[in-house]
């Protein structure tokens, strides 16, 4: 009786603690002109002070961002801005033509809210998938993804082929 009242606790305890378990998903989709990463907060705890940093340096396309018509990128670029949400880059950071990594700030994040900006991605590999100009799934995977809330990690998640990157917090 008493093993069967542990089991019950127990089960009954990991749900209260999946329940109050937030999801983050960073979706990249390629587009033309522009590129896209939406942010969304799938859990059901509203999240506050988020800082998303994502470094592409390690994807397999070797990505970079391409702001400007005179740098890094090819051909087409476009410029970082934000489409849908409060969102902005993180206090003191910018994005240059080249740069693979951005910092970015959310000041809350709701259950079911999103936030949405565009930029152009390019790859650095003269044989990626699509051409230089266009991303395909596979080329982001590998990219990361981190999550803080104030100044503490909350979780961290690379992009999978699929363009997705889950943050389980």
Sequence with gaps: MILKTLTI????????????????????????PKDRFTIS??????????TVDLDLSQ???KLIFDVTGAGAGVEVF??????????????GTSVKDGDSGMSLAIKSLNPGQRVIFTIDVDDTIPAGALGMIR?????IKGG?????????KSGSAAFSSDSLAVIPL
């Design 135 to 139: 991303v395909a799934g596979s080329e």
């Design 9 to 32: 606790s127990s089960s009954l305890a990991l749900l209260l603690i999946s329940a109050a378990q937030a999801n983050v998903v960073v979706r990249f989709s390629e587009g033309a």
């Design 144 to 152: 990361m993804v981190t999550l803080k809330q104030g100044d503490k």
């Design 41 to 50: 907060n799938q859990g059901k705890c509203a999240l506050k002070n988020l």
């Design 59 to 61: 994807s397999q396309g």
């Design 78 to 91: 476009q410029p970082f801005e934000v489409t849908e949400g409060q969102l902005k880059l993180a206090s």
